[in-house]
């Protein structure tokens, strides 16, 4: 373990978009010395990322941000796929209520707005420092610390030197490089235009008024209902059209002809990419680790590349805050990849196979395609919702016993508590949580066993269940359909959400406790050297 005093900040974050923002603010909250650094010496002006998703907004209502972004935030409409002869094939929305975690499950927003309100929040921490214009030249791991050298706007170059450093650097990232951390190809590689339009009041009438999925083999194209008149198509490129000239704004109009005319709004943006599904090695180098696309860059077909990067700050934040602060041993981190890696080379194979649909340019394959979704509906349009394309976390630190729910997001019912209705996290607080099914006789007694084995994690114990004394009572019955599901009783859940384990009875709860409690504080030479450290 370092000593806080031997280094200049805890943490260095290289980048400010949303990923790095998100962590800066997490790691401000829990009183880290954090350096947060961006080549640019402002926010990007124009949409990226359009979609988040009810995971991604509970972290920000956890951040106390949900007021100050809600504004740029809008349901996002469903998304209808059409297939060669116009006909609906598909449909992807989202679960019905009573939403699962509390909010919207599926959401559109103004990236450049709901950035500035990301930055605002982590530098309102003292303990945060925010350095615009400011770039990353190397990075050398000297046992206990790193060294970074920066060249600042002016062209200035100083050290610093932080107990380690997060790579939130984009999808050329230096760190990613410097680290010698190699990126893995998951094969999937298409030339797309991406058009972002805010379209004249008149206009917004005549397109589509949810999102779509045009599978036409001739030129297959997205259309994106975003927040307020923000309109986006995303359009693949053919071979032989150069993508620099289709971008000019007379192309990007002719291909926006079956829908708007250059009348009918500003063109906001028009930019080419190759959509690629590729994934680092390693997300860890020692003291130097990475996140959000300097970590993975995956095809953008339902919206999830932005929720994937603030998932990787949410993931190693409360991880960096247990070994900073001598509570687990340095090899937590290793969690972290095994957690992420795999969560993201499942979510991107589910997202490739949706793409190489709505990509198919042969018209026989693609009639084939079709055919075989209609089958799958049963002969109707095939439903299926954006969340269950979402894996849970299969590897890391999870529970060794294979219960029912493990990995799984630990659900947000509403809370009937003083007169007022308020979601679970404002009741109990984020951190390390255990959660008892408050509608059974035996509730005390799981209770008793938390009480009885305080553990490592210091964690939140709560009855939820409806009219019972001393049980938090629930309002919609979302908790309770989760325990009848997962037939279990218990549920030990992280700080991030996902469910570390399940029990189905007071001696199953008493062995995930323990558990949790070597996984946390590691072997007894390593809590020697955390108490030697200091």
Not at 199 to 209: K, T
Not at 471 to 499: C, K, M, N, Q, S
Request: with cysteine; glycine share 10%; proline share 5%.
């Amino acid at each position: 373990m370092t000593s806080s005093a031997a280094t200049d900040y805890d943490v260095l974050i290289i980048g400010f978009g949303p990923t790095g923002a998100v962590a800066a603010g997490m790691l401000g909250r829990l009183g880290h010395r954090t350096l947060v650094i961006d080549r640019l010496t402002g926010i990007y002006d124009k949409p990226r990322a359009i979609a988040l998703d009810h995971e991604i907004f509970r972290h920000f209502d956890n951040m106390g941000l949900a007021e100050a972004v809600s504004p740029y935030i809008e349901p996002f409409t469903a998304s209808d796929h059409f297939g060669v002869d116009g006909q609906l094939i598909r449909r992807v929305h989202m679960v019905a209520e009573p939403y699962p975690l509390g909010y919207t499950p599926s959401m559109v927003f103004s990236q450049p707005a709901v950035e500035a309100e990301l930055r605002r929040h982590a530098t309102s921490f003292a303990c945060v420092q925010a350095e615009l214009g400011t770039e990353l030249l190397d990075l050398t791991q000297a046992g206990d610390c790193v060294v970074a050298t920066l060249k600042d706007a002016a062209g200035e170059l100083r050290s610093v030197t932080a107990r380690y450093v997060l790579g939130c650097d984009g999808a050329s990232s230096t760190v990613r490089q410097l680290a010698g951390i190699a990126l893995e190809d998951l094969i999937f590689d298409e030339p797309w235009l991406v058009v972002d339009v805010q379209v004249n009041a008149d206009a917004l009438a005549e397109l589509p008024q949810s999102s779509a999925q045009f599978c036409n083999p001739v030129r297959p194209v997205s259309f994106i209902i975003g927040p307020g008149n923000h309109r986006r198509w995303e359009i693949m490129l053919l071979p032989g059209e150069d993508a620099r000239q289709m971008e000019q704004p007379e192309n990007v109009w002719a291909l926006l002809a079956p829908w708007l005319a250059p009348d009918d709004g500003v063109l906001w943006r028009a930019a080419s990419y190759r959509f690629h599904a590729l994934v680092a090695s390693e997300w860890r180098n020692g003291r130097v680790l990475i996140a959000g696309d300097a970590a993975h860059q995956q095809p953008p077909f339902i919206g999830q590349g932005m929720c994937q990067g603030l998932r990787d700050a949410t993931n190693v934040v409360w991880k960096l805050d247990r070994v900073l602060k001598g509570l687990s041993p340095d090899s937590l981190l290793d969690s972290y990849t095994a957690e992420r890696k795999q969560h993201v080379i499942e979510l991107t194979s589910r997202i490739k196979l949706i793409g190489q649909s709505i990509c198919e340019r042969d018209p026989l394959a693609a009639r084939r395609r079709d055919a075989t979704i209609l089958a799958e509906g049963g002969g109707k349009p095939l439903l299926i919702t954006r969340q269950e394309i979402i894996p849970p976390l299969r590897a890391g630190l999870l529970s060794n016993r294979e219960g029912a729910g493990r990995g799984s997001l630990f659900p947000q019912p509403r809370i009937l508590q003083g007169g007022a209705v308020r979601l679970l996290d404002k009741v109990v607080g984020v951190g390390w949580s255990v959660f008892v099914d408050g509608r059974r006789d035996d509730a005390a007694s799981l209770l008793s066993v938390c009480a009885d084995n305080p553990d490592a994690s210091a964690a939140a114990v709560a009855a939820v269940g409806t009219g019972t004394p001393g049980v938090l009572e629930e309002t919609e019955g979302v908790l309770a359909g989760w325990f009848d599901r997962h037939g279990v009783v218990a549920a030990i859940v992280r700080p991030d959400h996902y469910v570390f384990g399940t029990a189905h009875n007071a001696w199953e709860l008493r062995e995930l406790l323990r558990e949790l409690e070597i996984r946390l504080r590691g072997t007894s030479e390593q809590r020697d050297a955390m108490a030697a450290a200091g």
